[in-house]
Each structure stands twice: as structure tokens, then as C-alpha cells.
């Protein structure tokens, strides 16, 4: 790029950079104990790891879902479709201290099999998780998750997720581009 195309650049206020990267699809987090479960919405997620899959995410402390995924070390990653874009928002701004969002959502909890949380069953895709390493929860809010255990409906060939840019934005996944690269997954070998 050279020096006049960047002129054209103006600075970008630090507080909106998240914008900027916000990474793969909003998911919904769930987390049971005592067997009352929970459901809060998430977008700030990274793959850390091919195989075993390792995600890591932050969980505000603020949040219901941080004690109870603190306490229990498990958790459930619900891939929702831009179907259900209204419900995610309505579960990322109600706590779950005050409301079952399952009910107040009309949502259909299912029984995990490795974890107490349950998966949400209108979600196309449900990612069993076990907490592995809470060494950045305390300054971060950081939480190390492995998948124990992965859901999918084969039917829904191109699912739609939404993918959150910021203050109410979303980007919902459309046209895929097939573009060989040389990085293979270890398990894609
Ligand atoms: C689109 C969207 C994305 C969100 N992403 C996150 C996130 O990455 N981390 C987080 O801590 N809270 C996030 N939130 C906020 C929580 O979902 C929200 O605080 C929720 O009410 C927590 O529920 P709980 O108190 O029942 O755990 C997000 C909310 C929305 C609407």
C-alpha cells in the first residue's frame, strides 16, 4: 500500500477496535448447577487448538454464567442461525440470576452427554466443553475450554450464523469462497 492510499486513513478511536476483529459466529454459552441451567450470549471466542479443540473465551465476572462456569468447569457452546438472532440478543441482555431464559425464550434444553449443562436443541451445532486451565480467569476473565464432546445437525447444510460487530451490528455468513491453503489441520490430514 503506498503512503497516499494510507493518508486517506483516518485514526480509529481505541474503544471500537473490538469491532474491527470480532471473530467467528455469536454463540450461546450454557451452564447448569444443581440442576437449574443457564444460557448468556458470547462473541469474544478464539480457536486455540485443532485437535483435542481448544477454544478460549471471556466471560465478563459480571455475569451469572461466570460463577457457575467457575465453580463447575463445564459448559455447553450453542451455535445459533440467524433464525434465532432475536433470542440471542434477548439472552445476552437478561441474567440468568433473575430469569430461567430457557422458559422466558421458549428454548428446548436437551440432555449433554459428558456434561451437566444441556445443549439448546434449536441451535444447529452444540459443543460439550470442559474448563482445562484457569490460570487468566482472574485478570482476564479468560477461560480455557476443550470440546469433550461435539453435536451437529447434518441437515443444515449452510448455516446461517450471525457474527457480532459491535453496539447491535451483525454480520450474517453468507457466499463461501474455496481457496486450497497449505495449512491442514492435523486432524484434516
Ligand atoms: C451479541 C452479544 C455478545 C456478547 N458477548 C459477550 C462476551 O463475549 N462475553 C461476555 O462476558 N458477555 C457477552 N455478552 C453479554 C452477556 O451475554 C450478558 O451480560 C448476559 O446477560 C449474561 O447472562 P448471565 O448473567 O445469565 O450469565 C454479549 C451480549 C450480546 C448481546
Not at 451445532?125 to 490460570?135: F, G, P, S, T
Request: proline share 6%; net charge positive; aromatic share 8%.
Amino acid at each position: 500500500m503506498n503512503a497516499k492510499c494510507q493518508m486517506k486513513k483516518t485514526t480509529f478511536p481505541l474503544s471500537q477496535v473490538y469491532r474491527l476483529l470480532e471473530p467467528g459466529p455469536v454463540v450461546m454459552v450454557t451452564t447448569a448447577r444443581a440442576g437449574r441451567a443457564n444460557i448468556m450470549t458470547l462473541s469474544w471466542h478464539t480457536m486455540m487448538e485443532f485437535e483435542p479443540p481448544i477454544v478460549g473465551c471471556v466471560i465478563s465476572n459480571r455475569n451469572y454464567s461466570f460463577e457457575i462456569l467457575k465453580a463447575t468447569r463445564e459448559c455447553v457452546i450453542n451455535i445459533p442461525t440467524v433464525e434465532l438472532a432475536e433470542t440471542v440478543v434477548g439472552c445476552g441482555n437478561a441474567s440468568g440470576r433473575r430469569v430461567d431464559k430457557f422458559k422466558a425464550f421458549g428454548l428446548t434444553p436437551v440432555a449433554a452427554s459428558v456434561v451437566e449443562a444441556p445443549l439448546i436443541a434449536e441451535c444447529y451445532a452444540n459443543l460439550e466443553c470442559r474448563v482445562i486451565d484457569r490460570k487468566l480467569v482472574t485478570q482476564y476473565n479468560f477461560f480455557v475450554l476443550e470440546v469433550v464432546k461435539a453435536w451437529i445437525d447434518p441437515a443444515r447444510k449452510h448455516p446461517r450464523t450471525i457474527h457480532h460487530q459491535g453496539e447491535g451490528v451483525f454480520m450474517v455468513a453468507g457466499r463461501t469462497i474455496n481457496l486450497p491453503s497449505r495449512i491442514i489441520s492435523r486432524a484434516g490430514k
